[in-house]
């Protein structure tokens, strides 16, 4: 099993973590194991003979921080429910996840049946890459969405060898790849256009297909326990239990310091691309990063959880005084290439007073960034460079990680 990765937090809040984790202790626990029954180990095998008074299911996922799917246990059989598909979805979706080597159940609709633990998968958004990983599943991957955006390295490695292909290139998918691989699973997203959205061809191809909709999660923590929505398919609740609980650990740690902060500076995200600039919402994602982290976002006070599309004016009419501007374009690596795009953006503080940093510290050559892979998965390490980045005297030694600071 991989860990979580440790931030470099302060003395004080480093012994505070560690000790909690030596505490809650890393994967299956003596106590549950010594309290159950014994039973097959369903995160590999089927069941060669059928019990109904078995629990095939002992470990349970536990969701705390993502409103976004829930599961129900029912011994041999689990049903999942995706509340809100994409962004202002009028449906849900809900799957029913049967274990190997047991009886469907009669009331269940027999096309949303999956059969877990899934042996084989592809997945077409490098947001789920880092879930197979970290939850030691990734060996199940045979197809991809397209390899230049990918930075998880086994992923691209499986995909070097011909464990895995590419099924996705230039935002158009493969679907007879797909079909030729016949995988178990295929998950990917929707953002509710029939017009572009691939998952009712996937569907209508006779293709098991489930929507992650971590995106539409508001809050970090939330986007991060779909690493827990992924664990469903492959029974491995029990590791996604620890590993989130570390996450959501760690991340509260440092939110908690940033608390602490007497002046909270102001802060401008994003860019003008083609006469708009998007900023998150007050009730987005990024708005909450931001509160998390001790600042003050100008636009807090938006009820919107989506992005604002605003002209080049209104923005400078509220951040001109920005004290830091994040998030800009992925290729400017310096402050000269965000005025050769317009000289207009010379005119903001945070330019003049050279406190611009951009979320491409972990970009590869192929155009992929890893702050959209596996940061989704790490908010606490994306919490903690923000933090460096407003109140620096909180972790005077740590290195940015997601960040970089534009020259």
């Not at 096309?111 to 030691?136: E, K, M, N, Q, W």
């Not at 509220?318 to 005025?339: G, S």
């Not at 992929?368 to 620096?392: K, R």
Request: aromatic share 10%; hydrophobic share 40%.
């Amino acid at each position: 099993m991989k860990y979580v990765r440790l931030i470099q937090l302060t003395p004080l809040l480093l012994v505070s973590f560690l000790t909690s984790i030596a505490l809650t202790g890393c994967g299956r626990s003596n106590t549950v194991q010594a309290d159950r029954p014994a039973v097959i180990d369903t995160t590999d095998e089927c069941i060669a003979s059928y019990d109904p008074s078995v629990d095939y299911f002992p470990d349970k996922a536990e969701i705390d921080d993502a409103t976004g799917f829930s599961v129900e246990y029912h011994r041999h059989y689990k049903t999942v429910t995706v509340r809100e598909p994409w962004q202002d979805a009028d449906h849900s979706f809900t799957y029913t996840l049967v274990q190997c080597g047991t009886p469907i159940p009669a009331d269940v609709d027999p096309a949303t049946v999956i059969t877990v633990p899934v042996r084989s998968i592809v997945a077409l958004s490098t947001t789920h890459l880092p879930h197979l990983d970290r939850l030691g599943v990734v060996d199940r991957l045979v197809g991809t969405g397209s390899a230049d955006h990918i930075s998880t390295p086994s992923v691209r490695d499986r995909l070097t060898s011909g464990d895995a292909i590419e099924v996705t290139r230039n935002l158009s998918t493969n679907i007879e790849a797909i079909i030729s691989l016949a995988p178990d699973l295929v998950m990917t997203h929707s953002i509710g256009d029939p017009s572009s959205d691939v998952y009712p061809k996937l569907t209508e191809a006779g293709l098991n297909v489930v929507l992650n909709a971590e995106y539409v999660e508001r809050s970090p923590l939330g986007r991060a326990e779909w690493l827990k929505f992924t664990a469903l398919f492959f029974n491995r609740e029990a590791e996604a239990n620890v590993l989130f609980a570390a996450i959501e650990r760690e991340y509260l740690a440092v939110a908690t310091l940033a608390k602490s902060v007497a002046v909270r500076p102001t802060v401008l995200l994003g860019f003008s691309y083609q006469g708009t600039w998007y900023v998150p919402g007050g009730q987005s994602y990024g708005a909450q990063l931001l509160a998390d982290a001790g600042a003050n976002y100008l636009w807090s006070d938006s009820t919107a959880s989506v992005t604002l599309p605003l002209d080049f004016e209104a923005v400078y009419e509220v951040a001109a005084a920005a004290d830091v501007w994040l998030n800009m374009a992925p290729e400017w690596q310096t402050r000269a290439a965000a005025i050769a795009d317009d000289p207009r953006y010379g005119q903001f503080q945070a330019w003049q007073r050279d406190r611009m940093y951009n979320n491409t510290a972990k970009t590869n050559v192929t155009g992929g960034n890893d702050y959209w892979e596996t940061g989704l998965l790490e908010p606490q390490v994306i919490l903690a460079d923000l933090v460096q980045i407003f109140h620096p005297e909180l972790f005077p030694d740590r290195q940015l990680v997601y960040y970089q600071k534009l020259q």
